[in-house]
């Protein structure tokens, strides 16, 4: 069968695309409204020549296929962005291959209607003339954009296969209409046919016609393959749906494996993706904490990447396949009229003129959209985590205040986002309509002519109707692309972060374990401009007490994490049994580090598992020498399951002290050679505090200590007492030493005892 023109049969070719007018469509009304528009023969033809025709030369209706009623672009409108968690559900989009799917050919559409369909309804985008989101500078989308497409390039083999797949089911879908445009033809052919008496030739039937003056009707039935006498070829009617099944079968199979197969490639990037942001997190600088919300950065790893994924999933799918779908379909235009092809391009310009110039207008607001969500997480997660103090200061009114303020920043900018580009559509929509009007058209008066047939005609509007889908499609995608690469580039900045300094290779590390710390003349700041600790020396013998002391923001605190390598110094260095801690991996520092900080950290387990979480795989008798030198066990054992106790994530059905107790039992079990401990007292009574000074007293034997301290009743003991004022050691000494010396450490002393005394 050739796929143009006339066949071996005499019958004009045509193709057929899912979601077209069908030949079951065009041919409900044919027998009434074409078979009354050609004349008979008269009764007595005369005695020579081709009997003449009586009446007026049909103009046959060129039947069209309008756009099809509620059928939804491919691409729908981002959704906005959760305050905690992914996208709303919602709002996802459901629909990823619109054209085919894997349970076969879709149903054929209504008939014909005489004025092009409304654009599908939108989802409810918010009341009309809010004024614009917050400007936000626009973010380098190209860039961005091959970045995240780069991420795809381990599965490289996946993704030609994708491409093959979708080629091969967008060909067998695009060469339905040609081929049902020549069922179209076997129909028209056999309702023409059965009206001319038989056994005349069609040359013999076209020449009565223009014997009788009917020039415009001859030409259209010498451009068919009209048998007078004869009605509609079945057989060959059977054969072509036959085919066309089976094409669209072949056609649902390779996008199901596309589908398959793109979204194994979508769900390992976002996996990668995610475990890149994991390790990348866990390689920053504590600075970076510092000055960044919590809330953002959980915005950035779940809401972001979440919707990454989605742009992903959906992007790449359907702008492959609507991409392909324009190729096949143009060119099977150009094959059928290169005239009427022309027509249906002109659209194009303008459908890329206007898709690009609301999409420059909508970026910096789905940019504003993410970084707003961002913010308000972090205002969230801060309000929560101290919920306890926004009650006791009555602070509720300026917390909904605040919330409110950037609850509506973010409902700005998302509805600017999702306003402006969602006249994308109607847009494209409209464009199309005028488009599918000239066509047909154009196409009636050629099939008038007969310079082509009623079935290309017909295919050709079903291709015509098919190529704005994919540019709708296309456009329809421009804000979720915009939206995906918004996200992408949050979670790009936050990988290109500036991380810790690596490790040294080959890493020192000191061949005895004695606990020796020593400081030479170290400098830090955290800003720049604003030194903190300038040429600090100090010295700490193996096993001894170091007391630092000193006012809020003295550089107590700094000091610790400065031995931790939270923070790298600036100048200077501190040794560590004679190496400089610079020179030794973190991992094998910290190891020898144990830390008991101010601030309980308890994660959701059971309180044996919290405290082996200092040393995995330690026994139950290590963990109950622990537990029995930090006082847990006195608790402990008042518990319905003991050591089984389950803790949640928050810690709430223990006490502070108790919370306190069991991480200094965490860092006893670890048996580190340096104890760290940053006002580890602070949450416990009277009592509790003494057990844990009588614990600690003897973890310090050959371990040497860093206590923080503000009540100084803690710290009489201590071998060595440091008393710091804005990053300098003002003095240094025993307890009775610097009493005796009446100095910065007798005035903080009296200020405690001798005040509280009076």
Do not use: C
């Not at 027998?31 to 009764?43: G, H, K, L, S």
């Not at 709708?472 to 996200?487: D, E, H, K, R, Y």
Request: glycine share 8%; hydrophobic share 40%; proline share 7%.
């Amino acid at each position: 069968m050739t796929t143009g023109g006339d066949d071996s049969t005499g019958r004009g070719g045509g193709w057929f695309n899912p979601g077209g007018t069908d030949w079951f469509t065009i041919n409900r009304d044919y027998d009434d409204a074409v078979t009354a528009q050609i004349p008979r023969y008269t009764e007595t033809p005369p005695a020579s020549g081709p009997a003449p025709f009586r009446g007026t030369p049909p103009t046959p209706a060129v039947p069209g296929t309008p756009p099809t009623p509620g059928t939804p672009p491919a691409a729908s409108t981002p959704p906005n962005p959760a305050i905690q968690g992914g996208p709303p559900a919602d709002d996802a989009p459901t629909e990823v291959f619109p054209a085919v799917s894997a349970s076969g050919p879709p149903p054929p559409p209504d008939p014909p209607a005489a004025a092009p369909t409304e654009p599908p309804a939108q989802s409810p985008r918010g009341p009309m003339g809010m004024a614009t989101g917050p400007s936000a500078k626009a973010m380098n989308f190209l860039p961005s954009a091959k970045r995240l497409l780069r991420r795809l390039a381990p599965h490289r083999f996946a993704v030609a296969v994708v491409i093959a797949m979708a080629t091969a089911s967008v060909v067998l879908s695009v060469i339905g209409p040609k081929i049902l445009g020549h069922a179209t033809n076997i129909i028209f052919d056999g309702i023409v046919g059965r009206q001319l008496p038989a056994g005349l030739t069609k040359d013999q039937a076209v020449e009565g016609l223009r014997a009788q003056g009917q020039d415009t009707f001859a030409d259209m039935v010498s451009s068919m393959n009209v048998v007078p006498g004869t009605g509609i070829d079945f057989t060959a009617m059977g054969q072509v749906l036959a085919l066309v099944l089976g094409l669209y079968v072949l056609s649902s199979l390779f996008a199901w494996v596309q589908a398959y197969l793109l979204n194994i490639i979508v769900q390992g990037t976002i996996k990668r993706l995610r475990a890149e942001v994991e390790d990348k997190i866990h390689r920053l600088p504590l600075r970076y904490f510092d000055t960044n919300p919590r809330g953002d950065l959980l915005s950035r790893v779940t809401n972001d990447i979440d919707n990454v994924a989605q742009t992903l999933n959906q992007v790449i799918s359907q702008m492959l396949m609507s991409l392909l779908s324009v190729i096949g379909i143009l060119a099977m235009m150009l094959w059928i009229s290169p005239l009427l092809a022309l027509v249906a391009v002109l659209t194009v310009p303008l459908s890329l003129l206007v898709t690009t110039q609301i999409a420059k207008r909508s970026q910096k607001h789905f940019v504003a959209q993410w970084k707003t969500t961002g913010a308000l997480n972090a205002q969230i997660e801060e309000t929560f985590t101290g919920h306890e103090l926004v009650k006791v200061f009555g602070r509720q009114r300026e917390v909904q205040a605040d919330f409110d303020e950037k609850n509506q920043e973010l409902y700005k900018s998302a509805f600017g986002a999702q306003f402006i580009s969602g006249l994308v559509m109607p847009a494209i929509m409209f464009l199309g309509n005028l488009n599918y009007v000239a066509v047909a058209v154009i196409g009636g008066m050629k099939v008038a002519s007969g310079s082509m047939s009623l079935g290309d005609v017909q295919a050709f509007i079903q291709y015509s109707r098919q190529f704005t889908q994919p540019l709708t499609q296309i456009a329809s995608m421009a804000n979720l692309m915009q939206s995906g690469v918004a996200s992408a580039e949050r979670v790009f900045a936050l990988l290109d972060e500036e991380e810790q300094s690596a490790d040294p290779k080959p890493a020192r590390s000191p061949a005895v374990a004695r606990g020796h710390v020593e400081f030479q003349k170290v400098s830090f700041r955290y800003k720049e401009e604003q030194p903190l600790i300038e040429g600090l020396s100090l010295t700490a013998q193996p096993g001894h007490m170091v007391a630092i002391v000193g006012p809020t923001g003295a550089g107590k605190t700094t000091l610790v994490n400065l031995i931790m390598r939270f923070y790298e110094v600036d100048s200077g260095r501190i040794l560590l049994d004679g190496t400089d801690i610079a020179q030794m991996t973190r991992d094998d520092l910290r190891s020898r580090v144990g830390m008991v900080l101010q601030d309980t950290w308890l994660f959701g387990g059971t309180i044996r598992e919290n405290i082996a979480y200092g040393r995995p795989g330690a026994t139950d008798a290590q963990i109950a020498e622990a537990a029995r030198l930090s006082h847990v066990d006195k608790f402990v054992h008042t518990l319905p399951d003991g050591y089984d106790t389950v803790i949640d994530a928050e810690g709430n059905n223990v006490s502070a002290g108790e919370k306190q107790l069991i991480t200094i039992a965490r860092a006893f079990i670890a048996q580190p050679s340096i104890l760290i401990l940053d006002e580890a007292t602070s949450s416990v009574d009277t009592r509790t505090e003494l057990l844990v000074q009588h614990a600690t007293a003897a973890l310090r034997s050959d371990r040497t200590s860093f206590v923080i301290a503000h009540r100084l009743s803690t710290i009489r003991d201590a071998h060595l007492i440091v008393v710091m004022e804005d990053g300098h050691i003002v003095e240094q000494g025993t307890h009775e030493d610097l009493l005796a010396r009446r100095g910065a450490y007798f005035d903080l002393y009296n200020s405690q005892f001798v005040g509280a005394a009076v």
